[in-house]
């Protein structure tokens, strides 16, 4: 499950299922090779990128959401009878910046419906439309996915994310380190929770505003059990409690740079 794989141009969120049920040491077919469609995992998976699904104004520096500022990630795992033992039925995304939620983007691709979130209905229709392979249901789809979830999986984090404005040769890890030696990403006060656990980082009331590229409307939240984790990705000064590894002038006053230990400093 690539949970957050993204630059601050482009977002994509992808669930790959495995035929796999725990640790795997694979070789040759199992491992993708020499054709990455024999391996053990589906993948391509079934991703949500909104400039793929045709909203190019959602995501980015200066966009509805806006990559030059702080903002909070918030994924739910939605199962079918709206308990943690139920069987994955639906990946939410939404976003959290300047105390705003801000709903993710729907599907703008003429057959694929018109939806902000990964369901199978979305998956098969998207793989179609797009002539796609047929592997992340091959694989077992978003069932398998959940059962995955179920036994546990490891958190990935990735940065860099294609099917965006940068051209397909821009990511070649040679030309990055030389060119942009000086981009960084920090992750922290990911959490882990139930759904509605754990909202603190969310505006204070049971109705929201809700942003999108298209309007501005008022709707009421709701939410089922589930898992829900969040993610906060920063480009600016750091505020309290958060990781001020590069330097003790990158806290915003009143607060300075406390070493809690050599990994691990802290605005305070």
């Not at 069987?87 to 729907?106: D, K, T």
């Not at 590069?246 to 990994?263: I, K």
Request: aromatic share 8%; net charge negative.
């Amino acid at each position: 499950m690539e949970i957050w794989e993204a630059n601050s141009i482009s977002a994509a969120y992808t669930p790959h299922p495995c035929d796999v049920t725990g640790p795997c040491k694979c070789a040759g077919d199992e491992c993708g090779s020499p054709s990455q469609y024999s391996g053990v995992c589906g993948p391509d998976g079934c991703d949500l990128n909104s400039y793929r699904q045709g909203d190019h104004d959602f995501y980015g520096p200066g966009k509805v959401v806006d990559t030059t500022k702080e903002f909070t990630v918030v994924t739910q795992f939605i199962t079918d009878n709206g308990t943690a033992t139920g069987n994955l039925s639906e990946i939410r995304r939404f976003y959290v910046q300047n105390g705003v939620v801000i709903q993710n983007s729907v599907s703008k691709i003429a057959g694929i419906p018109a939806v902000d979130s990964i369901a199978q209905a979305y998956c098969d229709a998207q793989k179609s439309v797009f002539g796609d392979t047929t592997s992340f249901q091959n694989h077992g789809g978003l069932t398998a996915m959940g059962e995955s979830l179920a036994r546990s999986d490891v958190l990935f984090l990735s940065d860099g994310c294609f099917r965006g404005t940068c051209p397909i040769t821009s990511g070649a890890p040679p030309r990055v380190e030389v060119s942009v030696s000086n981009v960084f990403v920090i992750y922290p006060n990911i959490r882990v929770s139930d759904i509605g656990s754990n909202d603190s980082f969310i505006p204070s009331s049971s109705t929201t505003t809700v942003k999108s590229s298209n309007t501005t409307t008022t709707s009421t939240a709701t939410s089922k059990s589930s898992t829900a984790t969040s993610t906060t990705k920063k480009q600016q000064l750091d505020h309290d409690y958060h990781d001020c590894s590069r330097g003790p002038t990158n806290c915003e006053s009143p607060y300075t740079c406390v070493y809690q230990n050599p990994w691990y400093p802290q605005c305070m």
